[in-house]
């Protein structure tokens, strides 16, 4: 099936936090609205329309905002009203659609593929969008076009509370004139890259040979190529509501030094939220297992504010942890889980962080998704010395570890040396390595 054949709804909420809290507070309706960033190091979480009037925008420094719009009214929010509109929305939307994709806590597609035979997809998507609009009393908008690239760029353009449809013929005339940046995917230094090249429009980027996309830019040159194209084959995946996500270990000697396990759920921890940041979601509570050399099986969880973020959830579990182990016993496996997950870490990950752990979370993870996720971690990870049973330093002897050590460098493979060198790095993009407390 071609492109000019499918059927692909964006649906999107506008200025979802804030319109939960105007719902909330109608007496902030009209005014500048900013959700989050209230503190000096805060990030701004969302904003109304009147507050980007201003040139304020998500991720923007709290401090930024304020200067910007000194008039703003900066609002704490609460991610469990985000979280329960989010899902009302979502249920609406699964009572009338047979296939759907939730792609983040304010925004879904929908496959009406073929739909079009028994009644007209735009006249569907906009009764639907009334729907969602008079059950939940919150605005939304959506575009209707070949495939989801093309269609959550036309829902961009008639926000907010707007709807269009772009059909086949009409993909390249509505892409052409648009800024470059519009097409998803594109950030601030493929961006730069653009510029400097004098790319500034959809319909230059566009005519560019993909030989030159591809040997100026590689893998994401020839992605953005095809979305400035119309091109994308990816398909709506259906949505499957994950409740959580966890790991453990048995060891292979029982062990109670608790250095190691501190530092196993460290690694654990980081391995997990990586993962949660991965698909865009958040946890709002953390279990963490313990089981004796006599196999009882003991387990501690907490509730917590929703997050992604490795420093937080590492004392939590390392306090877990402490509860748990309360007899001086053997320990012959560990485990952490991450449960009442919910979508949105790009709106709601900056709750718990400042602007510089919010960037540098951004550039942990960029290494992370180039090199594997071993080529940054955190120090508390690293091998510490082993442990007899009774907590005892093992010695070893220095000259024999470096003979063994140096026979396993030079078995090792190369691939792996490269990543050994850049593992206590993060990315040149924050200038220096950073360490991490925890």
Sequence with gaps: ???????????????????????????????????????????????????????????????????????????????????KASHEITEIISERVPLFEKASIDEHYIDMTGMDKFFGCMKFASELRQTIIRETGLPISFGLSVNKTVSKIVTNECKPNGEME???????????????????????????????????????????????????????????????NGIDLSPVVPYRERKSIGTQTTFENDSMDISKMKAIL?????????????????????????????????????????????????????????????????????????SHLVSGFEQIGLYHSSEEEYDLYQAMDKVRNHYGIESVVKACIVKRPERDEYGKVIKYNPRKKHLDKQ????????????????????????????????
């Design 166 to 228: 772009i059909p086949f013929p009409g993909v390249r005339p509505f892409l052409n004139p648009l800024a470059v940046y519009k097409i998803p995917g594109i950030g601030d230094a493929t961006h730069k890259k653009l510029s400097e090249m004098g790319v500034r429009k959809v319909q230059t980027l566009a005519e560019i040979p993909q030989e030159l996309m591809f040997k100026i830019l590689g893998q994401h040159g020839l992605g953005i190529w095809q979305k400035a």
């Design 1 to 83: 099936m071609t492109d000019k054949d499918k059927k692909i709804i964006h649906m999107d909420q506008d200025a979802f936090f804030v319109s939960v809290e105007l719902k909330k507070n109608p007496k902030l309706i009209g005014k500048p609205v900013v959700v989050g960033g209230n503190s000096d190091r805060g990030v701004v979480t969302s904003c109304s329309y009147e507050a980007r009037k201003f040139g304020v925008h998500a991720a923007m420094p709290g401090r930024m905002a304020k200067q910007l719009c000194p008039q703003a009214i900066f609002v704490k929010g609460n991610m469990d009203d985000y979280s």
């Design 266 to 338: 460290s690694g654990m921890v980081t391995n997990l939220t990586y993962e949660l940041r991965s698909q865009q979601k958040l946890t709002a509570c953390i279990t963490v297992t313990i089981r004796y050399s006599n196999f009882e099986t003991v387990t501690q969880q907490a509730r917590i504010p929703y997050t992604a973020l490795d420093s937080f959830l590492i004392n939590k579990a390392h306090d877990l942890f402490k509860k748990l182990y309360a007899k001086r016993m053997l320990l012959r496996l560990i485990g952490v889980k991450l």
């Design 407 to 438: 026979s396993e460098e030079e078995n090792e493979p190369v691939e792996e040396r490269k990543k050994s060198r850049i593992r206590t790095f993060i990315n040149s993009d924050l200038g220096t390595a950073t360490k991490l407390d925890g």
